[in-house]
């Protein structure tokens, strides 16, 4: 303790016995010595009083300091100085609300933090001066890490977006002047590049964090593509379509005017015509058949279906195509297969497509082999391999596309849709299997269904 504080204490606390003393000594009433002898007495017990009182007081204020720290401290002892341990235990009280409140209000931000972090798109919080001042971790995802208090034009520069927010930030005599919200479509450059929709709002005042305006990127690249590919679809369905009905049309014309009479020609071209109504009939039937599998593709099939007479009916159906190019179809299926759970009329469908495929683009005079067997566990591997041209790499990802064709004049030669594969996704996922494609260039393809087993 600081010998100042104790020595002015001290003298405090002696200054009204010395000055009783002295009066008495003055009129008469005490000697000089005895005086003395009991002021002395005085200073000696008042001393020690005051040395005891001030270290308490000490000991009580480095108390109350501790409390605002994170550990609650022991009480000190402050005997004889009753007043500070009564103020020392109402200290001590108010600390411990404190502290408990402190802890309720850490725990409010941790979860607001953690609701904000559990979005899933991209959020970002602003404050007056456009400066970004919360992110979750969508959008540190997004943007990678974003330095807080940096203006939002060094995270996302992108001019439209960013004089929105400025619209909505603008104030006028302290009054805000713009639109409360907005939204912004934006592309966001990148690989893959992201078409984003951004949503912005402000607060109706600033949060704690400053922030003031809060923007929300929703992602819309996928339904951007599903509406880009249903424009496709279209668009190639119309174009298949085209064709025949040109050609259909072009002979109906011929036969109405120059042919009129040449019984020869007319035979001709109604053998053409009968050809393209055809192809007409297939691409409708397998357009009809995509939206049917489409429309119940979210219902998994559950009956129990024997691959061996499936794949074998299969066979027998293609044996005529199958020898007319001189191509042979070999069988080898697992002995106690066990039935495949699905829905026979569609897998039908899709070893007829694989078969199919494999004698029509194999070279003559090579073999289709057909292997199914039992994979643990619960699955069933069924493969289709042609000793055909094969397949570029560069196509692999592409081919169930529909409509999508390696070699579109061979493809159409040979009568193909070009919606096969397309369909045989459709029902894999449908049965929640899986349809892998190997090839080699030269040397042939596989087409792998893998199924799950009863
Ligand atoms: N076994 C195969 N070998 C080589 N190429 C193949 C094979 N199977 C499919 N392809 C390629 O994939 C494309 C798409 O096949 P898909 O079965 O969808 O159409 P398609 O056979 O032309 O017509 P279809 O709708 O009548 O089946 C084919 O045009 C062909 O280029
Ligand atoms: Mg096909």
């Not at 402050?78 to 404190?98: D, H, I, R």
């Not at 979860?111 to 979005?119: M, R, Y």
């Not at 402000?202 to 922030?211: C, E, F, K, Q, V």
């Not at 494999?358 to 591997?381: E, F, N, S, W």
Request: proline share 5%; hydrophobic share 50%.
């Amino acid at each position: 303790m600081p010998l100042r504080r104790y020595l002015s204490a001290s003298v405090v606390a002696l200054t009204p016995s010395a000055v009783a003393l002295a009066v008495l000594h003055w009129t008469g009433a005490l000697a000089a010595r005895p005086a003395l002898i009991a002021f002395a007495c005085i200073s000696a017990v008042t001393v020690v009083l005051v040395q005891h009182y001030i270290a308490s007081l000490g000991r009580f204020a480095r108390f109350v300091g501790e409390l605002s720290g994170q550990t609650e401290p022991a009480m000190p002892r402050l005997s004889f100085t009753p007043a500070t341990e009564e103020l020392a235990t109402a200290a001590a009280t108010l600390a411990n609300g404190w502290r408990r409140q402190r802890a309720s209000i850490d725990n409010l931000a941790a979860s607001a933090q953690a609701i904000v972090d559990g979005l899933p798109d991209p959020l970002i919080g602003v404050d007056r001066q456009r400066r970004i001042v919360r992110t979750n971790r969508a959008a540190v995802a997004l943007l990678g890490a974003v330095v807080a208090e940096r203006d939002l034009s060094t995270a996302l520069r992108h001019p439209e977006l960013l004089a929105a927010i400025d619209s909505l930030l603008a104030t006028t005599d302290g009054n805000f002047t713009g639109p409360d919200q907005i939204a912004v479509s934006l592309v966001l450059s990148g690989a893959p590049e992201l078409d984003v929709m951004a949503h912005a709002r402000r607060l109706p005042r600033a949060a704690a964090d400053g922030s003031l305006a809060l923007i929300v990127l929703h992602d819309t690249t996928a339904l951007r593509r599903a509406e880009r590919m249903r424009a496709d679809f279209v668009a190639n369905a119309s174009h298949e379509l085209k064709t025949p009905i040109a050609g259909i049309m072009g002979f109906i014309e011929t036969l109405r005017g120059p042919a009129r009479d040449d019984a020869a020609a007319r035979e001709r071209f109604l053998g053409i015509m009968a050809e393209q109504a055809e192809r007409m009939r297939r691409l409708v039937d397998d357009l009809l058949m995509l939206s049917r599998i489409e429309q119940h593709e979210h219902a998994r099939p559950a009956a129990e279906v024997d691959v061996r007479s499936v794949l074998e009916g299969v066979r027998d159906l293609l044996q005529l195509k199958a020898s007319s190019r001189k191509v042979a179809v070999e069988l080898a299926i697992a002995p106690a297969l066990p039935p495949a759970v699905g829905d026979r009329d569609e897998l039908i469908i899709v070893f007829q497509n694989l078969i199919d495929n494999a004698i029509k683009y194999a070279k003559p005079a090579t073999t289709v082999r057909i292997v199914a067997r039992a994979l643990d566990p619960g699955l069933l591997a069924i493969s289709v391999s042609d000793e055909g041209d094969g397949i570029p790499a560069a196509h692999l990802p592409r081919l169930t596309e529909r409509f999508y064709r390696v070699d579109n004049a061979r493809s159409r030669q040979l009568g193909g849709t070009g919606l096969g594969l397309a369909i045989v996704k459709h029902v894999v996922n449908r049965h929640r299997g899986r349809l892998e494609i190997q090839s080699t260039p030269g040397k042939g393809s596989t087409f792998s269904v893998t199924l799950p087993a009863a």
